[in-house]
Nanobody, 119 residues
């Protein structure tokens, strides 16, 4: 089992910043990709950003405002969110994929952390 624990969500005014953290633990041999997704009320879950071997990928609507990075502790990922907008409101989920042992892949989700941006 691989567990993901997120933290850092909260309420912020438009234009403000938040930093989300996610730590993966459990039976992990290697991690390929770590990323963040979000789900707004009444909408489908959407990609926010991913990082794979140092290469980053962002949704168009967060480019230039959000930065994803891996921590010094290799099983951690962060999402620095600046210039937040009310449309960034939603539940943010951490996702991680890799292998539990050679040949045994995993794909795990965190429990989600609420981000609310007031106008």
């Amino acid at each position: 089992q691989v567990q993901l624990v997120e933290s850092g969500g909260g309420l912020v005014e438009a234009g403000g910043s938040l930093r989300l953290s996610c730590a993966a633990s459990g039976s992990i041999f290697s991690i390929a990709t770590m990323g963040w997704y979000r789900q707004a009320p009444g909408k489908q879950r959407e990609l926010v950003a991913t990082i794979t071997n140092g290469r980053t990928n962002y949704a168009d609507n967060v480019k230039g405002r959000f930065t994803i990075s891996r921590g010094n502790a290799k099983n951690t990922v962060y999402l620095q969110m600046n210039s937040l907008k009310p449309e960034d409101t939603g539940v943010y989920y951490c996702n991680t994929s890799g292998t539990r042992s050679p040949g045994f892949p995993f794909n795990s989700w965190g429990q989600g952390t609420q981000v609310t941006v007031s106008s």
